[in-house]
C-alpha cells in the first residue's frame, strides 16, 4: 500500500480514537453535584457510547432511562435502561415510539430528581414526536424534501422544531420541576446549542419568520395547520437546564493536525466551518493541492485539514454521501498528481444511506475509473459516487464508530 494511504489510515483512525465521548462524557459528570434521583435520557449516534459511560459512572446508581440511536449503533443492553434503535436521517414509527418513552419518564419526574440528557448528532431524526395536527408521514416528507434539495443543518431544524413537542427546549419543560444536566456532543458549526439535536433542553434562537423564510426557499408544500404551527413563536426561556460541550468539530481537527504531525506532515487547519456543496469543496481542496505541488503555497509534506458538514444537492438517484462525494469530486481536479491523497470523513462511520464512512482518492484515482469504464462527471450528477469509488478501492468503511463530532477532509502532499 502506498506510503500516504498508510498515513491516512492511520490519521483517520486516530482522528476517531481521539474524538471518542467515553472519557470526555466522565470528566463532566465527576464535575457535576446531581439531584436525589437521576434518571438518563440519550439520544443521537453516540447515544449507546455515552450512555454506557454514564450507567458505569454511577455504578448501577441511575434510576432509569432511555437510549435512543441509529440503527446498527447499539453494541447490547445497558443494565438498567431501556434501549431502541430507530430511523435516520428520517424519523420512523420505532422514532415516535422510543421518544414517546423518553416523554413519559421526563412527564413523571418530580422536584429533587434530576434527568441526565445525553444529546449527540443525529438527534434530530431520532428524537421526534409531531405536534397535533402533524402525522409522521408529513414530518418525514418534509424532512426529506430539505435534506434533497441542499439545506443546511440549522435550516433543517429551525423547521423541524416548529412541528414538534420535544424539539426547541419543549423536551426540558416536560422534566420540570425536575432539574436537567445535558451533555452534548456538538455536530453543528459554530456549536449552536439550539440546533444540535434541533435543541429539545436549549430555549431556542430561531424565529417563526426565520422559518417561514426556509419554507419559501424551499417551496415545502404545508398545510394549514403546519402553517399556523411555523407562525408561532418557540420556547425562548429555559430555566431548569445546565449545558456542557464534550466534543465539537474543533476537536475532530485538532485530532487530524496532531495525528498528521506524528506521521511527519506539518498541519494547517484551513478551516472548522467548511459549509458548501460537497462536490465544490472536493474542487477547491483540489485547487489547493495544485498550488502547493506547484511549490506556491505549503512546504511538503503537509497536510491541510478542513472541518465542517458540507450539503448535497440530489440530481441523481445514485447512491453516495457527502464526503464520498467531496472526494469524487478532488480526484478529478488531482489526477495525475503524485504525491497527493485527499480523504473525507464522517466521524459517525456512516456517510449518508450507506456503510461507507467517506471517500479516499490519490492522483492515480481518475485513472483507475476512466480503466474502469467510470466517468466522474457522470457519477457525481447521478450522487452515485458510492458506486464510482467501490471498485478503485475509494471507499473509507469504519463501521458506526459510537461519536459524532461532524465531518474532516484532509489533503496530504509529500515529495
Not at 39 to 50: D, S
Request: proline fraction near 4%; charge should be negative; hydrophobic fraction near 45%.
Amino acid at each position: 500500500m502506498d506510503k500516504l494511504y498508510i498515513d491516512a489510515k492511520v490519521i483517520i483512525e486516530n482522528v476517531i480514537a481521539r474524538n471518542m465521548p467515553q472519557v470526555a462524557v466522565r470528566e463532566a459528570l465527576a464535575g457535576h453535584r446531581f439531584g436525589r434521583r437521576v434518571y438518563l435520557v440519550a439520544i443521537g449516534k453516540a447515544a449507546w457510547t455515552m450512555a454506557k459511560a454514564a450507567a458505569e459512572f454511577f455504578c448501577g446508581g441511575l434510576a432509569g432511562g432511555v437510549v435512543v440511536t441509529k440503527y446498527g449503533h447499539s453494541q447490547g443492553a445497558i443494565p438498567g435502561l431501556d434501549i431502541y434503535e430507530a430511523g435516520h436521517p428520517i424519523a420512523d414509527a420505532n422514532t415516535i415510539a422510543a421518544t414517546e418513552e423518553c416523554i413519559r419518564l421526563a412527564s413523571g419526574l418530580v422536584a429533587g430528581d434530576e434527568l441526565l440528557f445525553l444529546v449527540s448528532g443525529g438527534g434530530s431524526a431520532l428524537f421526534e414526536a409531531p405536534l397535533p395536527g402533524v402525522s409522521l408521514e408529513d414530518v418525514q416528507e418534509i424532512s426529506a424534501r430539505l435534506l434533497a434539495s441542499g439545506a443546511d443543518i440549522v435550516e433543517v431544524n429551525t423547521i423541524r422544531k416548529r412541528f414538534s413537542r420535544v424539539k426547541a427546549g419543549r423536551f426540558a419543560q416536560l422534566a420540570a420541576p425536575a432539574r436537567v444536566f445535558a451533555i452534548m456532543l456538538s455536530d453543528v458549526l459554530g456549536d449552536r446549542l439550539d440546533s444540535i439535536a434541533s435543541g429539545p433542553a436549549v430555549a431556542d434562537e430561531s424565529t417563526s419568520a426565520e422559518a417561514m423564510k426556509i419554507a419559501r426557499k424551499y417551496a415545502l408544500p404545508l398545510t394549514a395547520i403546519q402553517q399556523e404551527y411555523l407562525c408561532q413563536e418557540t420556547p425562548k426561556h429555559i430555566y431548569n437546564v445546565e449545558t456542557a460541550i464534550i466534543g465539537s468539530v474543533k476537536t475532530l481537527c485538532t485530532a487530524a493536525a496532531e495525528a498528521a504531525a506524528k506521521r511527519g506532515y506539518s498541519p494547517t487547519v484551513l478551516t472548522s466551518t467548511l459549509n458548501c456543496e460537497a462536490a465544490d469543496a472536493g474542487k477547491k481542496i483540489a485547487a489547493i493541492a495544485a498550488d502547493i505541488q506547484a511549490s506556491r503555497t505549503y512546504s511538503k509534506p503537509c497536510a491541510i485539514i478542513l472541518g465542517g458538514e458540507t450539503v448535497v444537492k440530489l440530481t441523481g438517484r445514485g447512491k453516495g454521501g457527502r464526503n464520498q462525494e467531496l472526494a469524487l469530486a478532488a480526484a478529478k481536479g488531482i489526477a495525475g498528481m503524485p504525491g497527493t491523497v485527499v480523504f473525507s470523513l464522517g466521524s459517525d462511520g456512516t456517510d449518508g444511506p450507506t456503510d461507507a464512512a467517506g471517500g479516499i482518492v490519490s492522483g492515480e484515482t481518475m485513472a483507475k475509473l476512466q480503466e474502469a469504464g467510470i466517468c466522474i462527471d457522470q457519477a457525481l450528477a447521478n450522487n452515485d459516487s458510492y458506486n464510482a469509488l467501490a471498485p478503485v478501492g475509494g471507499l473509507i468503511i469504519t463501521g458506526p464508530t459510537g461519536t459524532n463530532v461532524n465531518d474532516v477532509a484532509v489533503l496530504l502532499c509529500a515529495e
